[in-house]
T-cell receptor, first 117, second 115 residues
Framework: DAGVIQSPRHEVTEMGQEVTLRCKPI?????LFWYRQTMMRGLELLIY????????DSGMPEDRFSAKMPNASFSTLKIQPSEPRDSAVYFC???????????????FGEGSWLTVV | AQKITQTQPGMFVQEKEAVTLDCTYD???????LFWYKQPSSGEMIFLIY??????QNATEGRYSLNFQKARKSANLVISASQLGDSAMYFC????????????FGQGTTLQVKP
């Protein structure tokens, strides 16, 4: 079975440019998460969706960041304009459902390594 | 507020020996879930094991087991018969609340397995 698929795997861009990161969750999963990992702050949740609806975007750093989930099989995280401090690994993750049992284990993609110069 | 603490920045273990990675958590929720993930140098996050707060038995998944002590709010990961491929960063995480999938993570422990 295919896991969570992210693209691009690596991106180097200049400050001020728009960056779009893409994610395809595991088929049948109805929760999708965007996390950011940096050395200084570790893993942080940026936003998550249930059934394509944004539930909690309190982790989105500022207005330069936006995320969409137009359908159950696709999500984007956009940074416009990008800044050097946005350099990080961005993970997309999905889970079958929210709830209390192990069924809501969150599975991660391989990450998108972003460098803004 | 929920919090995960991993007090061991780095650990060494001899190949074929067992190792315990510590994790303590703080939550006021009665229902929660605890997870361990492995992050090798290639960067992906690999799910290892899950423990629910109401599970009476410690979770096991192959060579991984979770030593869950609810009263002490600890969820230590035990890796038995360490292998060179176990060298990686290990993250403890807690699902926040009973009806969300949102995870909060500890800072991680780097494990190095010596041949």
């Amino acid at each position: 079975d295919a896991g969570v698929i992210q693209s691009p795997r690596h991106e180097v861009t200049e400050m001020g440019q728009e960056v779009t990161l893409r994610c395809k969750p595991i088929s049948g999963h109805n929760s999708l998460f965007w996390y950011r990992q940096t050395m200084m702050r570790g893993l942080e949740l940026l936003i998550y969706f249930n059934n394509n609806v944004p539930i909690d975007d309190s982790g989105m750093p500022e207005d330069r960041f936006s995320a969409k989930m137009p359908n159950a099989s696709f999500s984007t995280l956009k940074i416009q304009p990008s800044e050097p401090r946005d350099s990080a690994v961005y993970f997309c993750a999905s889970s079958p459902r929210t709830g209390e049992d192990r069924g809501n284990t969150i599975y991660f993609g391989e990450g998108s390594w972003l460098t803004v110069v | 507020a929920q919090k995960i603490t991993q007090t061991q920045p780095g650990m060494f273990v001899q190949e074929k020996e067992a190792v315990t990675l510590d994790c303590t958590y703080d939550t006021s929720d009665q229902s929660y879930g605890l997870f361990w993930y492995k992050q090798p140098s290639s960067g992906e996050m690999i799910f290892l094991i899950y423990q629910g707060s109401y599970d009476e038995q410690n979770a096991t998944e192959g060579r991984y087991s979770l030593n869950f002590q609810k009263a002490r709010k600890s969820a230590n990961l035990v890796i038995s018969a360490s292998q060179l491929g176990d060298s990686a960063m290990y993250f403890c995480a807690m699902r926040e609340g009973s009806n969300t999938g949102k995870l909060i993570f500890g800072q991680g422990t780097t494990l190095q397995v010596k041949p």
